[in-house]
């Protein structure tokens, strides 16, 4: 969570995070790492800490919530992490049980879905609208009454038709299109829900699974053993497919989450025995490859173009003779190189979202001149 507000700096979005039953000590902590980051310059913190009473513990997600709504309905984008909504549950319990309300499924109110599906359906994106004013106009917004033709385009094609009436216009020359006030505001929920022993198909994770567009589950064990983040890929999934995600991730990384899922499970089936045959050895080399390529350190958030052509090298063979141990090395040493000497591709990927054919071919023969030169 901390990783996802230090990523937002410098991409007008404000951050909402809620502590919600946590002690004073670790969210000073935090606040302070946030502080050293440049993060609290678009951070809004609001804390209910695990010695204040179970109401406001209770209350706290709906003022943090209701403090992003403010900035989404004047047009602006938000983020708001709850860390997190089992403690919240274990806060409504609480008073639930002081009020004599009958209790049902683990001593949680009848009602405990909706005191989650209430919080999180709040989030939304907002629809946009345009008008063409003057181009004199001075506001980097406008209202209604600003249309110079009366008319307010809205609905999913409104930057389209406003395009199309502005070109349409005699004297188009002198007018500009401008997004109406209010409109194209956005909230973006990421709600936390910690499991006792690993157990996702508890009563709390379950009805918030049930509510958001897809869940990453972090594994113990596998951060015990040095996968960081420790995203068990089996259970995580996404119930938006890529719409999340940019047109260039898609295509580097499109059958990736399955693939690292199939690497695990053949790992773990390759520990009875060292009998493998030709294709399933380089399966299993490649996965330790792109295992390591996944990692990363906390607090340093990678730029997509890094991301996108890091991951089209791993999946496309490039660092298949580099040795599993200087993985990290050699993906420091590509991206210093992809940057210094062909930046122009970095910059195409970031423009156009995608990887053109052109791009492609260009990353292949700068990925090839890396790989002919590069030595642990």
């Not at 994770?205 to 972090?218: A, C, F, R």
């Not at 690497?263 to 773990?268: D, I, N, P, S, T």
């Not at 591709?345 to 790989?371: C, H, M, W, Y």
Request: net charge negative; charged share 20%.
């Amino acid at each position: 969570a901390i990783d996802t507000i230090i990523n937002q700096k410098g991409k007008d979005l404000v951050c909402i995070y809620v502590a919600i039953g946590q002690k004073k000590a670790a969210i000073a902590r935090m606040v302070a790492l946030l502080e050293q980051y440049g993060a609290m310059d678009y951070t809004v913190v609001v804390v209910s800490a695990a010695d204040e009473p179970a109401a406001l513990q209770y209350i706290a997600p709906y003022a943090g919530c209701a403090i992003g709504e403010e900035f989404m309905e004047t047009g602006r984008d938000a983020l708001v992490i709850y860390d997190d909504l089992s403690k919240h549950a274990w806060a409504y319990r609480q008073v639930s049980l002081l009020l004599r309300r009958p209790p049902g499924r683990e001593a949680y109110p009848g009602d405990v879905f909706y005191l989650h599906s209430r919080l999180l359906e709040r989030a939304a994106r907002m629809a946009d609208q345009f008008v063409i004013v003057k181009n004199d106009f001075a506001g980097e917004t406008a209202v209604e009454g600003d249309a110079v033709n009366g008319t307010v385009y809205g609905g999913p094609l409104a930057a389209h038709n406003a395009e199309n009436a502005h070109k349409a216009m005699p004297d188009a020359d002198n007018h500009k299109i401008i997004k109406v006030a209010g409109t194209g505001g956005s909230l973006t929920a990421l709600p936390i829900i910690e499991t006792l022993l690993g157990d996702v198909s508890a009563y709390v994770p379950t009805n918030v699974i049930s509510i958001t567009d897809g869940q990453i589950y972090l594994e113990g064990n596998l951060f015990n053993a040095g996968i960081r983040p420790a995203v068990n890929v089996g259970i995580s999934v996404s119930r938006v497919g890529g719409a999340a995600q940019t047109r260039a991730m898609r295509q580097v990384a499109g059958r990736l989450r399955l693939d690292m899922a199939a690497f695990r499970e053949l790992a773990a089936f390759a520990q009875f025995g060292s009998d493998l045959d030709k294709s399933t050895q380089a399966q299993l080399n490649r996965g330790r490859r792109m295992q390591e390529i996944l990692k990363q350190p906390q607090y340093e958030p990678a730029a997509l173009e890094h991301q996108v052509m890091v991951i089209f090298a791993g999946t496309n063979g490039f660092a298949d003779e580099v040795p599993v141990e200087n993985m990290r090395q050699w993906e420091t040493d590509l991206t210093k190189y992809l940057d210094t000497s062909y930046p122009e591709i970095g910059k195409e990927i970031v423009k156009s979202n995608r990887i053109t054919p052109e791009t492609e071919q260009k990353l292949r023969d700068a990925l090839s001149a890396f790989k002919a030169t590069w030595t642990a």
